[in-house]
């Protein structure tokens, strides 16, 4: 089979139609204690669509990549489509689950919705603190939602879209106040831009220059603003989400270093095992070797 044409390394489960309303893009659960019975949550898997879910009470723990989040009450947990998720177990929920897709957000109406700090993630941080005025606010908006969501009609999805908008919005701001303090400056806007457009593109474009391009500033301004807001140099970057997405594929995955360093844009799997090294101080197949469990323990 044809590098390009192999099947995904970690299982991708695709966004179902609600089996309520049969919306294809969207969907919303309430849960008052079950116990959600999805055998694939407790294997390493991605999901191809964005999902919050606001927990009022449960219990366990969840890892987001090789991150864990021990469950809390009021807490928004938050995931995009290219993180690898596992559940430890199953527990009684008692929260509110939503998912929406990739073409959700590309409708016209929903196009703004994409560049929101909490959708764009530049921190890779997946959960929220809710104080008690927050969550009833975001509890309000979560019931606004679901009532539309089960009221099928013309209007239906500006509506939804609309509620969306909203618990996006103030749930941003949260993340900016939580991650980054209230107020961005100009040149952190040029920060949280890069850092977005890293995340999008960091297969193909390893040079600071391409994404200079992209964002059309000179690379000497774009790396001097970087390094400034962030601390670290604009290179820095792209190379810790390669690493990032290397050490997935090697954890999570069967895949030989071959295979891995192409899927990371490498020419050579020599050329990938020595920036690896460079980067984490230990060989790929060393550090495959050094995390036996493919379980996130």
Do not use: C
């Amino acid at each position: 089979m044809h590098p390009l044409h192999r099947p995904p390394a970690v299982p991708v489960h695709l966004f179902q139609p609600d089996d309520a309303t049969g919306n294809r893009s969207f969907t919303l659960v309430r849960l008052q204690g079950e116990v959600v019975p999805v055998p694939y949550m407790l294997l390493p898997h991605r999901k191809d669509y964005y999902l919050l879910f606001f927990v009022r009470h449960t219990s366990g723990r969840h890892w987001v990549d090789m991150t864990p989040y021990t469950h809390q009450d009021n807490t928004l947990y938050f995931t995009n489509p290219s993180q690898i998720l596992v559940n430890e177990e199953l527990a009684p929920t008692w929260g509110t689950y939503l998912g929406f897709t990739r073409e959700f957000l590309a409708v016209q109406s929903n196009a703004s919705l994409r560049e929101l700090p909490l959708i764009q993630n530049s921190h890779h941080w997946h959960q929220l603190r809710l104080s008690a005025v927050d969550a009833a606010f975001v509890e309000q908006v979560l019931a606004n939602l679901d009532a539309e969501h089960h009221r099928a009609g013309a209007w239906q999805h500006q509506l939804l879209s609309a509620h969306l908008s909203v618990l996006l919005t103030y749930l941003s701001r949260l993340y900016t106040e939580q991650l980054t303090g209230p107020d961005a400056s100009a040149d952190q806007r040029v920060l949280q831009a890069y850092q977005a457009q890293v995340e999008e593109n960091f297969r193909d474009a390893h040079e600071v220059s391409a994404y200079a391009t992209r964002l059309q500033l000179p690379a000497k301004h774009l790396s001097a603003i970087v390094k400034a807001q962030s601390g670290k140099p604009a290179i820095k970057h792209v190379h810790e989400r390669l690493v990032l997405e290397a050490r997935r594929l090697l954890v999570y995955s069967d895949q030989s270093l071959k295979e891995i360093a192409f899927e990371l844009g490498f020419s050579e799997a020599s050329y990938f095992s020595r920036f690896f090294k460079r980067e984490t101080g230990l060989t790929p197949l060393a550090y495959r070797t050094s995390r036996p469990s493919r379980k996130m323990s």
